[in-house]
Every structure is written in structure tokens, then in C-alpha cells.
């Protein structure tokens, strides 16, 4: 059962227009969401995160959205540079619950600049 | 920031024998440290999860027997692959958290032979 869904593999952008990145989930559990940056044969690099009180959030260049009734969150990256070039992830938890709790990631974005 | 230093970077073992990878949180302190497994064009799974000084949990499916973790302090934690496989050869990656919220350590490529 994948809770957390990225249905696009790939995305090819050109560099300087904006990139948008999509993922589902399905557990109306989750209220902390993420997306990693990785790339490959290195760990994930943290980039972004929303609370599930808020549907939007902003960090330069990348700003994420949530929609809630949707169980929909995206990514955009404006403007796309070469160096954005690697699998994205997104990620969820449900940080109400006690304790530490662990991350459910979906399969990844495969996100290509073009010069 | 936070850093999680994992080691080594990659191994290739015979199968049948053991492999320890480590993980150090060194500038703050892992409570809980997360293990995960990727294989090649897919999503990070989550293992086990591990608690400083008690035993880990395991995901469903997830042999505790063959992935033996330890949490001995809050700055280490270690994952023992026992008697390899080949299919057990997969992108192994921590992460630990901390104050600074989720910091994952650079991954390990294991290969079994």
C-alpha cells in the first residue's frame, strides 16, 4: 500500500522556467510533510517542509503547497537551474502521535534542467 | 547544521558474511535513528526504527534476526547485515532525529558477491 505517491518518474525543464513537482498521499494521518533532494549514491538532502495547518510555504527559490481536502502537495521551483538537476522525494509523517515518527517517502521525481 | 555521518560509503562482501555500517550523529544528539533500504529506481523503505538503549522496531517484513541494530548511545547507532545475500545488496541510509528535525546520513552501497 504506497501512502505517499509521486506519478511522475521524470520531468524534464527548461533551465529559467518554473519546475512543478507533484505527490499524493493517502493517510489523512499525515500532518507534517517534506521534500528531499537527493542525489544519486549520497543521502537526502532536506529542502523544504509544510505543517499541515498551513498550504503554503516559501524558501527562495522553492515554495511548496498543500492541499488538504485534495491529500495533494506540490513543489515549485522557479527559476530551474542546471544545479537542480536529481530525484525528488516527498515524504510525510504524522507528528501528533508521540515520539519520533518515522518518514514515508514516495518514489521520487527524476527532475532534468535543460540549458 | 546537523550532521550524520555514516560509514562506509560502500562495501562489497562474499556471501555469507557480515557487514556493520555505522552512523554518528556528531554535533547533536540521536534519540531515534531511522534505517532505510533503497533499491535502485525506488522509494526509500523504512526497516527499522531504534531508540537509544532499548530494541529497535521493525517494519513488517523486515528480518530482525539478519538486520541486527544497535543503539548503545546517543550518538551511535549501527546496522549488521548477517549472512548476506545478493539480495540483500541495496543502498542502505540512517537518519537521525534531532533538534534540527531529520538529517540522513550519505548512504552506504552494499553488494554481496
Known amino acids: 500500500d504506497q501512502q505517499v505517491k509521486q506519478n511522475s518518474p521524470s520531468l524534464s525543464v527548461q533551465e529559467g522556467r518554473i519546475s512543478i513537482l507533484n505527490c499524493d498521499y493517502t493517510?489523512?494521518?499525515?500532518?507534517?510533510f517534506l521534500w528531499y533532494k537527493k542525489y544519486p549514491a549520497e543521502g537526502p538532502t532536506f529542502l523544504i517542509s509544510?505543517?499541515?495547518?498551513?498550504d503554503k510555504n516559501e524558501d527562495g527559490r522553492f515554495t511548496v503547497f498543500l492541499n488538504k481536502s485534495a491529500k495533494h502537495l506540490s513543489l515549485h521551483i522557479v527559476p530551474s537551474q542546471p544545479g537542480d538537476s536529481a530525484v525528488y522525494f516527498c515524504?510525510?509523517?504524522?507528528?501528533?502521535?508521540?515520539?519520533?515518527?518515522?518518514?514515508?517517502f514516495g518514489q521520487g521525481t527524476r527532475l532534468t534542467i535543460n540549458p | 547544521g546537523a550532521v550524520v555521518s555514516q560509514h562506509p560509503s560502500w562495501v562489497i562482501c562474499k556471501s555469507g558474511t557480515s557487514v556493520k555500517i555505522e552512523c554518528r550523529s556528531l554535533?547533536?544528539?540521536?534519540?531515534?535513528m531511522f534505517w532505510y533500504r533503497q533499491f535502485p529506481k525506488q522509494s526509500l523503505m523504512l526497516m527499522a526504527t531504534?531508540?537509544?538503549?532499548?530494541?529497535?522496531?521493525?517494519e513488517q517484513g523486515v528480518e530482525k534476526d539478519k538486520f541486527l541494530i544497535n543503539h548503545a548511545s546517543l550518538t551511535l547507532s549501527t546496522l549488521t547485515v548477517t549472512s548476506a545475500h545478493p539480495e540483500d545488496s541495496s543502498f542502505y541510509i540512517c537518519?537521525?532525529?534531532?533538534?534540527?528535525?531529520?538529517?540522513f546520513g550519505s548512504g552506504t552501497r552494499l553488494t554481496v558477491v
Open positions: 554535533d547533536f544528539q540521536a534519540t531515534t
Open positions: 537518519s537521525g532525529d534531532g533538534v534540527y528535525g531529520y538529517t
Open positions: 515524504a510525510a509523517s504524522a507528528r501528533a502521535a508521540q515520539g519520533a515518527q518515522k518518514l514515508v
Open positions: 509544510i505543517s499541515s495547518i498551513k
Open positions: 531504534s531508540n537509544e538503549g532499548s530494541k529497535a522496531t521493525y
Open positions: 493517510n489523512s494521518m499525515f500532518d507534517y
